[in-house]
């Protein structure tokens, strides 16, 4: 029996998890969950390799512990998904972006900096640009 990738289990880390219940929060932060969010968040898994079940797992029971990631490409990766689930509706309303700003903190990124990455991240993920070509032009 072939097992395909789509059958395999992977092991989530803590991290990850955490980046699950980021995206969910922002989706809800809102106060409407749209049904393109949840699309969104569960292509995200897909491109990780997380199963719609182990990602349902996550989002119904979260873990106590939270991670964020260590290097700057990982956090830059992860906050842009944020900003893409915020466009995911095609709406970026008041409280989508505070709760961008609030994770952009929890980063470690200093706080006169905040305003001007969530610039950034909202303005390429209303773009659509690919995260390869977004963390390209951070590191020009």
Not at 29 to 51: C, I, N, P, T
Request: proline fraction near 1%; glycine fraction near 2%; hydrophobic fraction near 40%.
């Amino acid at each position: 029996m072939v097992i395909t990738k789509s059958m395999e289990k992977i092991n989530v880390s803590t991290e990850l998890k955490s980046h699950f219940l980021r995206l969910y929060q922002i989706a809800i932060s809102d106060d409407k969950f749209d049904v393109l969010e949840l699309q969104m968040l569960y292509k995200f898994a897909e491109e990780r390799g997380v199963s719609k079940d182990q990602l349902n797992e996550i989002l119904l029971n979260p873990s106590e512990g939270s991670s964020i990631p260590e290097n700057l490409d990982e956090k830059i990766e992860y906050l842009y998904d944020l900003a893409l689930m915020i466009w995911a509706d095609d709406i970026a309303t008041e409280d989508e972006v505070n709760t961008l700003k609030k994770y952009c903190l929890k980063f470690e990124f200093l706080e006169e900096n905040i305003d001007d990455l969530c610039e950034f991240l909202l303005n390429n993920a209303k773009e659509k640009v690919s995260k390869k070509l977004l963390i390209s032009k951070i590191k020009d």
